[in-house]
């Protein structure tokens, strides 16, 4: 096998290889776990490699191809799993001292799919605390390091597997979103961040207590809009331990990729998160309108009424949800969380029932006004993030400089880097995150692009679109001694 260029790698290019046996599955894992042996320490991404585990597995697949047995597109292809999706025998800690010894005794359904797919798991990402927060600075377990710039944080809090992969530590990942806990980190460290609509993807093995019920999707990391849309493809569909997944039937997602975007329209998001946005991101913001315009796409101002209302919606739902895992080790182990996560499930059991129902129905309202939108526009368009990533030391301090001023990463309309996601937990409506430009300083910036309920192969056939047309996804951060 001729060498590789693991940063060049996709599983669209690299799946036929495979499957004509000019790549040999077991080779390709050695590669990346000697990646990342040589990457992990300095950017903290991965908690648990599973070195012995992924070399077996890839010794048995390369034993199918050369029987002439080929499973599929993701037959040898490398994978992470954030670390709050259960795996059989493995430490799965989601992120807290609470679970740091729990090895569950089966696997969360998508990585069985992934499995059977013939994927490869490389290991367990580093995440944020029960998966609550955004900056990637995780307490018990070290804060996971930007591949940009490693004095930058990733985002979160599925920073490790945007990371991994934006360090080319894996080939794609598996993490979960409540807030915006895929496509944030995807857009701090410049990749394609997907999440599908609400049920698409069945979350059975998902660590309770991680996710707000109403809000709760995993999702998926890549390089390309393509290869998301081959992920998706094998992961999507009803799931009988997740009763609540959706019976929808699953598309081929890949017809998507390449369709000309000529005369779809794209609704320009306005409203409350301008206010907080760095002058780079607007700009990059607008030059990936442009970019859609170019294409042909129309393009008009879309407002939503009570927009204003979502972080209130998203936070009193999500929290309230979650805290019912909780409130059993808030009994008997209150000192394994960190004092800020601590106070935070205390408030979250003090939230009203009447409060939550509240909540739920203005959610109900705003998820028709963004239906109303849609019949309107084929999909929506907004900055994945605010600002592009601040420091690990500024996530300490909770205050970013932006544009010669500071900004309080926690305000009183919530997480500043949460402000663009929340809208489609709360709504439940698929949007993926692809890379619009860079910072000055050289950091990734994120175009969102979101559309109707179980409208993923819209929003594919756009991000395509417009990632093959500005090339931005073609950069590499620079990690030395390569």
């Known amino acids: 096998m001729k060498a590789l260029d693991l940063e060049e790698l996709t599983i669209a290019k690299l799946a036929p290889r495979i499957k004509k046996k000019e790549i040999s599955p077991l080779r390709l894992t050695e590669l990346y776990l000697q990646r990342i042996e040589k990457l992990n320490p300095r950017l903290n991404a991965y908690l648990t490699a599973l070195e012995k585990e992924a070399l077996a597995q890839a010794a048995e697949l390369d034993t199918e191809i050369q029987r002439g047995r080929y499973r599929g597109v993701l037959h040898g292809i490398p994978f992470s799993i954030k670390d709050n999706l259960a795996m059989k025998g493995v430490r799965t800690t989601a992120g807290t001292k609470v679970l740091s010894e729990w090895v569950p005794d089966f696997d969360a359904t998508v990585v069985s799919r992934l499995r059977e797919a013939g994927a490869i798991i490389l290991g367990k990402t580093n995440m944020h605390e029960w998966a609550k927060g955004s900056s990637g600075i995780n307490e018990f377990y070290g804060p996971v390091h930007n591949p940009w710039n490693t004095d930058h944080a990733t985002g979160g809090s599925s920073g490790g597997a945007a990371a991994a992969l934006a360090a080319s530590l894996c080939m794609a990942s598996i993490g979960t979103d409540s807030a915006g806990s895929v496509r944030s980190p995807a857009a701090l460290c410049g990749t394609v961040g ?79 998160f301008e206010e907080n946005m760095a002058s780079e991101v607007k700009r990059a913001f607008t030059e990936a309108v442009k970019t859609l315009e170019s294409l042909g796409m129309k393009s008009e101002e879309i407002t939503i009424p009570h927009m204003d209302l979502i972080p209130a919606v998203q936070g009193c739902t999500s929290r309230a949800e979650s805290s019912s895992d909780h409130e059993p080790f808030l009994r008997t182990k209150p000192r394994d969380y960190s004092p800020s996560m601590l106070r935070t499930q205390i408030a979250a059991l003090l939230v009203p029932a009447g409060t939550y129902v509240t909540a739920q129905r203005v959610r109900r309202l705003i998820c028709d006004e963004f239906d109303e939108a849609l019949r309107r526009v084929d999909v929506l368009v907004a900055p994945s993030v605010p600002i592009p990533a601040h420091t690990l030391e500024e996530s300490k301090r909770g205050i970013a400089e932006v544009d010669g001023r500071n ?22 409506l698929p949007a993926v995150s692809v890379c619009c430009g860079f910072s000055s300083k050289g950091l ?11 409208g993923e192969e819209d929003i594919l056939q756009v991000a395509h679109a417009y990632e093959q047309e500005a090339g931005w996804y073609r950069r590499r951060p620079e990690l030395g001694e390569q």
């Open 194 to 272: 997907l999440k599908p609509t609400l049920r698409r993807v069945s979350v059975f093995g998902g660590v309770p207590g991680t996710g707000g019920y109403s809000t709760n999707h995993f999702g998926i990391f890549t390089k390309t809009v393509e290869d998301a849309a081959l992920v998706l493809r094998q992961i999507a569909g009803h799931d009988p331990k997740d009763s609540l997944s959706s019976t929808e039937p699953v598309p081929n997602y890949s017809r998507a990729i390449g369709k000309s975007v000529n005369g779809m329209k794209a609704g320009v998001l306005r409203g409350y």
């Open 407 to 428: 900004l309080t990463l926690q305000f009183f309309k919530g997480n500043l880097l949460t402000q663009c996601t929340i809208l489609f937990n709360v709504t439940g």
């Open 444 to 454: 990734p910036i994120g175009l969102q692009i979101a559309g109707s309920s179980f």
